[in-house]
């Protein structure tokens, strides 16, 4: 079975965060999986401090994986772990490789340009700077992601998750400037008909809707 | 067809793929811009005329391949020059990857903050926790990956020597990382460089603008 982790960090708070692409990849593999969500707590988090160095992980972090005797963190290691076991990987072109390397940093720095936003005490006066910066950044991923319907064409692999979850968490922040992005909103209304995440599109779970950052920080997203 | 690499006249996040250049011995073109306004005003008028991707700095020219993004230009250098772990490494290389960009987010952060001073406590106090664990992680090396040199080490000496500027005790105390520095510090095709004057003039680590430009 694979156990994946997530991070409920008081004053961290990566509820969906920077864990939850990898839980779309487990979602869409159809794989047994199960799913540690820890509490949003001061108190969990205090638990997990004195835990998370006798857990037999070489840098102890949140979110990490469990896969038999192979233990990860980080999560852009665990998105490319699973990506290699479910065969979401770009394969041998070097032009793919590239393409899937850049998106996959290009998306990084989106997240986290939204992350250090959400996290500010200034984030009022700033949050205006930061959609003008979107917006720039939005033309030109916009015109990469092109036609699709994945990054690579025809060939999904697991930088789509990526895309599709942090995209998706900007939109609940800046939904008519995501709406401006027309190929990016074509590619998340693709994401959200595969056929093997319906069963968790149709869920409680996901209807309930689920915090994207610390219920503490300046825009927690649910 | 000469491989060029552009990004900012400072270290940052483009020294590591210099770096990886220069210990392969290929020809490469280190198109290095002045940091200033100047420079900037002349990159933003070029960067959507290049065709480039994702235009960013760094990038990389190499033939008809353009690469933007530091990691995917590293990573790239590393499939072309045989810098890259077996399969079965993979998972220890992309942790190692990952947890040095940490390392070096940290370290931009303070570093460009407006808060250094009041700041610059609690990140030497995080810093010696991440290092404590990144050194049992390292191990006796020589190398992260072991016997084998591969991109991610260019990636843990440059951003390590880096904060070494800023904290050398801290970096001093753990002690396979300082043995590592060493080790990379007299690989051979890398002793051309670390005898130039460039070199020893020293280069900015940071903007000179930031709180800390660590020249």
């Not at chain 2, 800023?166 to 007299?186: D, H, R, W, Y």
């Amino acid at each position: 079975a694979v156990v994946s982790t997530q991070s409920g960090h008081y004053g961290r708070g990566d509820a969906r965060g920077l864990g939850e692409p990898s839980r779309y990849i487990l979602r869409y593999s159809e794989t047994d999986w199960t799913n540690i969500e820890l509490e949003l707590t001061q108190e969990r988090r205090e638990q997990w401090m004195a835990e998370k160095h006798s857990l037999g992980f070489e840098m102890p972090n949140l979110p990490y994986l469990i896969d038999g005797d192979i233990k990860i963190t980080q999560s852009l290691a665990i998105v490319r772990y699973l990506g290699r076991k479910f065969g979401l990987v770009p394969g041998e072109n070097e032009k793919d490789i590239i393409r899937c390397d850049m998106a996959e940093q290009e998306i990084v720095d989106l997240r986290t340009a939204f992350g250090r936003l959400c996290y500010d005490p200034a984030f009022e006066e700033k949050k205006a700077a930061y959609l003008e910066n979107l917006d720039k950044k939005l033309v030109v991923f916009d015109k990469f992601v092109g036609e699709g319907p994945f990054i690579l064409g025809e060939k999904m692999t697991y930088v789509d998750f990526m895309v599709f979850e942090f995209i998706d968490q900007i939109t609940k922040l800046a939904p008519g400037n995501i709406a401006n992005a027309e190929n990016v909103t074509k590619f998340l209304d693709n994401f959200r008909k595969l056929p093997a995440l319906q069963k968790y599109f149709e869920s409680e779970e996901y209807k309930k809707g689920k915090y994207i950052n610390s219920p503490r920080s300046k825009f927690p997203g649910k | 067809m000469t491989i060029t690499l552009c990004y900012w006249g400072v270290r940052g996040l483009g020294e590591p793929s210099r770096y990886i250049l220069r210990y392969s011995e290929t020809e490469w073109i280190d198109d290095a811009l002045v940091p200033g306004k100047e420079s900037y005003v002349a990159w933003l008028a070029k960067k959507h005329t290049m065709g480039l991707d994702l235009p960013n700095l760094p990038y990389l020219l190499d033939g008809d391949v353009k690469v933007t993004q530091s990691l995917a230009i590293v990573r790239y250098l590393a499939r072309k020059l045989g810098l890259v772990p077996e399969e079965a490494g993979l998972v220890r290389c992309d942790m190692a990857e990952q947890e040095i960009m940490d390392l070096r987010t940290a370290f931009g952060r303070l570093c460009y903050s407006p808060d250094f001073e009041e700041k610059k406590a609690a990140y030497l106090e995080n810093l010696d926790k991440k290092l404590e664990v990144f050194d049992r992680f390292l191990g006796a090396g020589p190398f992260l990956m072991g016997e084998k040199i591969t991109y991610v080490d260019f990636l843990a000496y440059e951003f390590i020597d880096q904060i070494k500027k800023l904290a050398p005790e801290n970096v001093g105390k753990a002690k396979n990382v300082s043995k590592f520095l060493e080790t990379f510090e007299k690989l051979p095709t890398l002793q051309k460089f670390f005898n130039s004057e460039e070199h020893k003039n020293g280069k900015y680590v940071n903007s000179p603008m930031s709180a800390f430009p660590g020249k």
